[in-house]
Structures are given as structure tokens and as C-alpha cells.
């Protein structure tokens, strides 16, 4: 299943609080995209928060994967996770018209 997950900071953090993690969240994220389970990550452009697409079983696991990760493990930030499924508007395009 196809995840979105949108990064949310915990407020009242500071850059320094964030410091200590950052080297081991990019190896864990890393990780993830080798195993193929992050399989696309950005930050968003209006604002320094990261917006990760993710192939998992389900959305329990989404979010078992993403409580693996140092920053979320320090309570720096959480994630919405948003389950996604495929568009299948284009089928309009190929339905036969009723007789």
C-alpha cells in the first residue's frame, strides 16, 4: 500500500534539540530507501518539514516504520500518515456509453 506521510514538528524545539539526532535520522532514512520502504522523500517548499512517500503492508506499519526513526523516537516530530489508492478517474475516459 502506497502511505503519504507529512512530517509535523513538536513544538517548542529547538535547532539544538534537533543537533544530536540528525546523522542517525539520515542513516535510518537511508535505510528505509535501500529496503525500498521510504521510496520518495522531500521537503516541503514553505516550510522545513518532510513530506515521504512510503510502500508498506498497511497503515499500522507505516507507522511501526516511522516510529523507528531518531527523531520521532525523540519526540521531535510525528508524521500524519495518510493512506493513498489508486485514481481511477481515467476509467470514464474508456467506459463504453449506455445504448
Known sequence: MK???????????TAADFQPHLTPEAGKVWELYQAGVIREIYFRGD?????LILECADVAEARETLNALPLVKARLI???????????????LFATSPR
Open 3 to 13: 502511505i503519504l506521510a507529512l512530517e509535523k514538528e513538536v513544538p517548542g524545539k
Open 78 to 92: 510525528d508524521f500524519e500518515i495518510i493512506p493513498l489508492v489508486a485514481y481511477p478517474g481515467f476509467a470514464r
Open 47 to 51: 516550510r522545513h518539514e518532510a513530506v
